[in-house]
Every structure is written in structure tokens, then in C-alpha cells.
């Protein structure tokens, strides 16, 4: 049985992913500093060390004590607006964090690296859906981190011999479980939630994009779908894999009123919106090529958007 290290299991995605590496077979250590994470999402049999990953001694030495024959790097941080306010810490954040974590793998002798990428090294794509080969500009410092690392990841890997594989996520939503739900500030389906529970109308940014009804079109992806595309890309760098940016979507996009009529079927009351200004940089439509990741890893998404707005609102307990 093989040991995995994965760099912010504590967090909403991470959590999950936790549970997939298991199921999977494999053994799993949590690193995570709890800046944002939470200890009570990692399961009792389950290591966790708090810490940085900026710190790479502790992680060297977790990778040789635990005999860890891979990693899952999910640490970052992933505001989009937060970064455009602090550009640098984000890129310390990272950029300085991978960088720790590669030298730590080159230095242990480890293999395998499954990366933690976006669909915001896209930026705004001239056609969707979205192919592995189109344009990588990002609009924001956070997407530019999330490419830099492809980059940082791919040098390191022709220097070092590594199995790897770059997970470029597209709109992450919904829980397994009712404690593993996600609290952040800045997805759609949690901000509807909250606003609705607090009996405010949902803010709709724009709606004279040209799309169907108006709004974003954007692809949501079950959160327990991603995380068994972690396992099955940990299986893919394990089998030596060769290297792949690979897009993580369902290759079908929903509006941002679609997912509100979700929302509004998960809590069974029509959920109010209002309609305000567009937001700067947010593209029309995003979209993933879904085919790569099903020919490379084996792997689809299983669940729609119902199941990710009824899970998130059980989550939420609504």
C-alpha cells in the first residue's frame, strides 16, 4: 500500500480528496497550516501535520518518516479578488510554496506529483469548450501562480524524473457530506445559500452577456467528482504517467440563473436576485473540453448540478 502526502487535506477540497485517496487503496498524510482548513475534517486515522509548506524541512522530513511515494499539492491560496489587492503574498503563497514542496520531493526522493492547477490560466478563452492546448492568459495574479507553478512543475519534473499530472479545475460546488461543505466567500452556490438564509436577494453580475439567458455560463463540477479525479490521476503518475495539464469539468455549462432555479429546487422556495453591474474580467462563458481527462485518467464526472446545490444546501443546513 502506498503513501500519499496531500498539502491542504484540512480544507474543503482536500477533505474530500482524503477520503478518495482511500478509498483508492491508498494511504494518506495531511500537511496543512489550519490558516483556512479545518482539523476536524481530517478523518482520526489520518495523520495530520501543522505546519507551512513553505517550510521545507518538516515537509522532507514527513515525506521520509512516512515513506510517502507521492504527493496531492493542493495549498494555495485561491481568491481571485484578493489576489489583484495583494499580488505578492499570493505569489509567496503559491509560487514559494510549490517551490518547497518540489525541492523537499527532489531531496526525499519522491516520484509522483499531482498539481493543483485552474481553469483561470485560461483567462478569457477566444471558444468553448476550453481545450488543454488553448491560450494560457490569465486576468488575475492568482491564475498567473496557478500557471507559473505548471511551469515550475514541468521544468523540475525534466530535471528530476517525475510522474506528474497538472489538475486544472473548472467550477468546484456541493459536499459528500454535510460536514465537509464549502464555507468560502467567493463561490456562487455557498453565496446564494447564505444569501437566501439571510433573507437577501442573490446578486446577479450582468446579465446582457451573449449566452442563452444573459449570465456567465461557467462548468460546475462536484467537489466528490474532483477528488476521485485526484485518485485517478494519482494512479496515472503512479503507472509513470507522462506529463498532462488535463482539464477537470463535466464539460457542460449552467447559467448563473440555472443555478439559482438549483438552488431554489435544493430548498424548495424560489430563491430572489437582483441584477447588478457586471463584475471586471469575468468571462462570458467557461467551459471545459472534458474528452482528455476521460481518455488520459479514466475518469468522468458522475454527478449534476442538482446534486451539487442539494448537497451544498444540506451542507448548509437548508
Known amino acids: 500500500m502506498t503513501t500519499w502526502l496531500l498539502t491542504g487535506g484540512a480544507g474543503y477540497i482536500g477533505s474530500h480528496v482524503i477520503r478518495a485517496l482511500q478509498e483508492s487503496g491508498r494511504d494518506v498524510v495531511v500537511v496543512d497550516d489550519l490558516s483556512t482548513g479545518?482539523?476536524?475534517?481530517?478523518?482520526?486515522?489520518?495523520?495530520?501535520?501543522?505546519?507551512?509548506?513553505?517550510?521545507r524541512d518538516l515537509l522532507e522530513r514527513t515525506m521520509r518518516e512516512y515513506d510517502?511515494?507521492?504527493?496531492?499539492h493542493l495549498a494555495a491560496k485561491k481568491a481571485v479578488g484578493e489576489s489583484v489587492e495583494k499580488p505578492l503574498w499570493y505569489?509567496?503563497?503559491?509560487?514559494?510554496?510549490?517551490?518547497?514542496?518540489?525541492?523537499?520531493?527532489?531531496?526525499?526522493?519522491?516520484?509522483?506529483?499531482?498539481?493543483?492547477?485552474?481553469?483561470?490560466?485560461?483567462?478569457?478563452?477566444?471558444?468553448?469548450?476550453?481545450?488543454?492546448?488553448?491560450?494560457t492568459v490569465p486576468l488575475s495574479p492568482y491564475g498567473e501562480t496557478k500557471l507559473v507553478g505548471e511551469w515550475a512543475v514541468a521544468d523540475a519534473a525534466a530535471v528530476a524524473d517525475l510522474s506528474w499530472a497538472s489538475l486544472r479545475y473548472f467550477n468546484v460546488a456541493g459536499a459528500a457530506d454535510p460536514q465537509l461543505g464549502d464555507t468560502s466567500v467567493n463561490n456562487l452556490i455557498p453565496i446564494v445559500l447564505r444569501s437566501y438564509r439571510n433573507g437577501e436577494a442573490a446578486k446577479v453580475f450582468g446579465d446582457d452577456y451573449p449566452t442563452p439567458d444573459g449570465t456567465c455560463l461557467r462548468?460546475?463540477?462536484?467537489?466528490?467528482?474532483?477528488?476521485?479525479?485526484?485518485a485517478a490521476a494519482a494512479a496515472f503518475t503512479e503507472a509513470g504517467g507522462a506529463a498532462e495539464a488535463i482539464n477537470i469539468g463535466t464539460g457542460k455549462g449552467s447559467?448563473?440563473?440555472?443555478?439559482?432555479?438549483?438552488?431554489?429546487r435544493a430548498v424548495g422556495a424560489e430563491v430572489p436576485y437582483e441584477t447588478v453591474d457586471r463584475r471586471a474580467g469575468d468571462p462570458a462563458e467557461l467551459i471545459a473540453a472534458a474528452d482528455k481527462a476521460e481518455r488520459v485518467l479514466?475518469?468522468?464526472?458522475q454527478r449534476d448540478l442538482d446534486d451539487m446545490t442539494s448537497s451544498a444546501a444540506r451542507a448548509a443546513g437548508l
Do not use: F
Open 68 to 72: 510517502v511515494s507521492g504527493v496531492v
Open 298 to 301: 479514466g475518469w468522468t464526472a
Open 38 to 55: 479545518v482539523a476536524e475534517r481530517v478523518p482520526e486515522d489520518v495523520p495530520l501535520i501543522v505546519g507551512s509548506v513553505s517550510d
Open 91 to 135: 505569489y509567496r503563497e503559491n509560487v514559494d510554496g510549490l517551490l518547497s514542496v518540489l525541492e523537499a520531493m527532489s531531496a526525499s526522493g519522491v516520484k509522483n506529483l499531482v498539481y493543483s492547477s485552474s481553469a483561470a490560466v485560461y483567462g478569457q478563452p477566444d471558444s468553448c469548450p476550453v481545450v488543454e492546448t488553448e491560450a
Open 255 to 264: 447559467s448563473v440563473l440555472e443555478v439559482i432555479d438549483s438552488v431554489s
Open 219 to 230: 462548468d460546475y463540477i462536484h467537489v466528490a467528482d474532483l477528488a476521485e479525479a485526484h
